[in-house]
């Protein structure tokens, strides 16, 4: 059976609590944080286990984050075996997120263009033109926007692409046009929030991607590299669950203890974390599956140890 990808889920209302819903708001509370979290679907159901919370929001609050949760990540957090409702587990995490004062913005990805003309003063013409350039960029190798762009009627198509002047708002009806094309198994999530960090850029705030998709890796380093030619940014950064639980073992968010059980968490049941790093055995950095076990002892021990995804 077709998975559907609806919003909002049927539990919305609870969920969305203390989390920053206008746009205007948003706009406000984006330009006052000093890190932007983007958190990818599986990232969140990773650290929404409570032997990862904890220490994650202890990990963004010490580092004075606010919380991307983009309307592509919430559809498929609700897609699951659990009708069109977020897992009370997940909405927990949430909860907990803004219980500890720690700015939460939902982001409909359509928003950007009206976050631009409030912060940035756009014209509606350069905000379609930065729309146009940011889904050309997209829509390559096997992208759920470029998958969405494929079943659009050519007229749709040509006119999101094609540069050419219109009258409407590119980034609100195309947005909602790629969305409403996703598909099971794609990397529209990925996509939307790598979409979000080129539309935004100009604003010039650190942005982390908090995310467990290696496969999503490569393209984050095609976006991080457009970012830093076209809006000379550097501070854009992909963070998996072994890299925090690393950092946070360093910065002493994390005891030597409690490391194992952090990973056991946000791995579940995998045999094997793979990771791409460098040991105090290594000349240069190589892809490593370890188990749980071994990557904890990497952690605690190895003081030469870094991890990069």
């Known amino acids: 059976m077709i998975k559907q990808y609806v919003f909002p889920p049927e539990n919305w209302p609870e969920i969305s609590q203390g989390m920053i819903l206008s746009g205007r708001d948003a706009a406000l509370v984006l330009l006052r ?30 580092n004075q984050g606010t919380v991307i949760l983009l309307q592509t990540i919430v559809m498929e957090l609700s897609s699951g075996n659990n009708g069109n409702t977020i897992l009370q587990e997940h909405q927990q995490y949430i909860r907990k997120l803004t219980d500890h004062d720690i700015p939460v913005v939902f982001l409909a990805e359509e928003k950007c263009c009206e976050i631009l003309q409030e912060v940035m003063q756009m014209t509606r013409a350069e905000r379609n033109e930065r729309f146009t350039y940011a889904i050309r960029h997209l829509r390559g190798g096997n992208s759920g926007i470029g998958k969405a762009l494929d079943v659009l009627q050519a007229a749709e198509k040509k006119r999101m692409l094609s540069g050419n002047p219109v009258q409407e708002e590119l980034g609100e009806h195309g947005i909602r046009e790629i969305r409403g094309k996703k598909q099971q198994g794609d990397s529209m999530g990925e996509d939307m929030i790598f979409y979000c960090m080129i539309m935004l850029s100009s604003l010039f705030l650190p942005m982390m991607v908090l995310s467990d998709d290696k496969s999503a890796f490569d393209r984050f380093c095609r ?31 994390l005891e030597k203890n ?30 490593k599956r370890e188990s749980v076990e071994q990557t904890a002892e990497l952690i605690c021990e190895d003081r030469e140890l870094r991890i990069l995804i």
């Open 33 to 62: 944080a000093k890190r932007w979290y983007f958190y990818d679907t599986c990232a969140l159901m990773h650290h929404a286990h409570g032997e990862c919370s904890d220490a994650l929001i202890e990990y963004i609050k010490a």
């Open 223 to 253: 976006t991080a590299g457009y970012i830093k030619e076209h809006y000379q940014r550097k501070e854009v950064q992909y963070y998996s669950s072994v890299y925090l639980c690393h950092m946070m073992f360093q910065q002493g968010i």
């Open 258 to 287: 409690a490391v194992k059980n952090f990973l056991m968490a946000a791995y579940g049941s995998a045999e094997k974390i793979s990771f791409k790093g460098i040991t105090a055995q290594d000349v240069d950095a190589e892809e």
